[in-house]
């Protein structure tokens, strides 16, 4: 079965750059996630899209910014790269079945993100 | 506010022990959603279990057996004959349902397993 793909899988960057990390949810999913995971942390919820409008916002800093496009596949774009930005940066995709029902977040890879 | 306490941060056994991880929830919603996901050492999150506040019964699927119970807030996870291939960190998560539903995971800090040969 075809699962979320995150690409790239490693980045490395200097601080005050900037980076683009995309995924791609299973087909026919219409929900995208992104959680960020610091090192011996648990995920953190960052921001969600719903059929291409943001749904929910979490903890994101003012600079990062996200989008989905008309394919549903995100983008999650961060600016200003900070040593403390360092992290494994999920993509987690879902259906949602009915009006509120919770369907289950199916994750992908991890995009390891490095900033020296 | 909704919030997840997986209160064991490691737990270590050896090969063929039974091993139970807790976890114990918070939330106001009188319909939410519990979850497991195991992380390997590889970092990938990998889908255990779902289950509804509404569906107390208990599962168990091969070696893994869940116990949720709403009276006591929680939802353990217990892997009966452990393996090597068992060891990672293993979540719990929360997500409430209603009008402003998102489906954001809470997560607890998780539980480090490690089985030893």
């Known amino acids: 079965a075809a699962g979320v793909i995150q690409s790239p899988r490693h980045l490395i960057k200097e601080k005050r750059e900037t980076a683009t990390l995309k995924c791609y949810p299973i087909?026919?999913?219409?929900?995208v996630y992104w959680y960020q995971q610091g090192p011996g942390q648990d995920p953190q919820f960052l921001i969600s899209?719903?059929?291409?409008?943001?749904?929910d916002k979490g903890s994101i800093p003012d600079r990062f910014s996200a989008q989905q496009f008309s394919d549903y596949h995100s983008e999650l774009n961060m600016s200003s790269l900070e040593l403390g930005d360092s992290a494994l940066y999920f993509c987690?995709?879902?259906?949602?079945?009915?009006?509120?029902?919770?369907?289950?977040?199916?994750f992908g890879p991890g995009t390891r993100l490095t900033v020296l | 506010a909704q919030k997840v306490t997986q209160a064991q941060t490691e737990i270590s056994v050896v090969e063929k022990e039974d091993v139970t991880l807790d976890c114990v929830y918070e939330?106001?919603?009188?319909?939410?959603?519990l979850f497991w996901y195991k992380q390997p050492p590889s970092g990938e999150l990998v889908f255990l279990i779902r289950?509804?506040?509404?569906?107390?019964q208990n599962e168990i699927s091969g070696r893994y057996s869940w116990n949720f119970q709403k009276s006591t807030s929680s939802f353990n996870f217990t892997i009966t004959a452990s393996q090597v291939v068992d060891s990672a960190v293993y979540f719990c998560?929360?997500?409430?349902?209603?009008?402003?539903?998102?489906?954001?995971?809470?997560f607890g800090q998780g539980t480090t397993l490690q089985v030893k040969p």
């Open positions: 987690a995709s879902s259906s949602r079945q009915l009006a509120g029902e919770v369907d289950t977040q199916y």
């Open positions: 899209f719903y059929e291409k409008m943001q749904s």
């Open positions: 289950r509804n506040s509404f569906d107390e």
């Open positions: 087909p026919r999913h219409d929900t």
């Open positions: 998560a929360l997500s409430e349902e209603g009008s402003s539903n998102t489906g954001k995971l809470i």
């Open positions: 939330t106001r919603d009188t319909t939410y959603y």
